[in-house]
Nanobody
Framework: VQLMESGGGPAQAGGSLRLSCTGP????????LGWFRQGPGKEREGVAV?????NADYASSVKGRFTISRGRQALYLQMDNLKPEDTAMYYC?????????????????????WGLGTQVTVSS
């Protein structure tokens, strides 16, 4: 089942954007969910992850500026105080909580379902 991101676009440094991720048939509360990004000329990196208990973790580069959350039908990424280095294609990902632990999935990018991405471009 395909995931779909939305909410990307241009932003000024210091501004905010809110990304959303939806997927038909998904009940987002029972999955390991993550946000990843890939900037120009860079490798894909994990941005944030959240498990079914609401426990979240963040890349050090976004901690304190980005907030991951999820509802029953969607996953969100609130991005505040954006910086030009946040410019990237952002992807959401989902997979079951077992047998692979959520923190392993995030650190290895080991998710079975991915979206096609939404572009975020931050200008200074």
């Amino acid at each position: 089942v395909q995931l779909m991101e939305s909410g990307g676009g241009p932003a000024q440094a210091g501004g905010s954007l809110r990304l959303s991720c939806t997927g038909p048939g998904y009940t987002f509360e029972v999955y390991c969910l993550g946000w990843f990004r890939q900037g120009p000329g860079k490798e894909r990196e994990g941005v944030a992850v959240i498990d079914n208990d609401g426990n979240a973790d963040y890349a050090s580069s976004v901690k304190g500026r980005f907030t991951i959350s999820r509802g029953r039908q969607a996953l969100y990424l609130q991005m505040d105080n954006l910086k030009p280095e946040d410019t990237a294609m952002y992807y959401c990902a989902a997979d079951a909580l077992l047998p692979v632990p959520c923190d392993y999935r995030w650190s290895h990018g080991d998710f079975g379902a991915w979206g096609l991405g939404t572009q975020v471009t931050v200008s200074s």
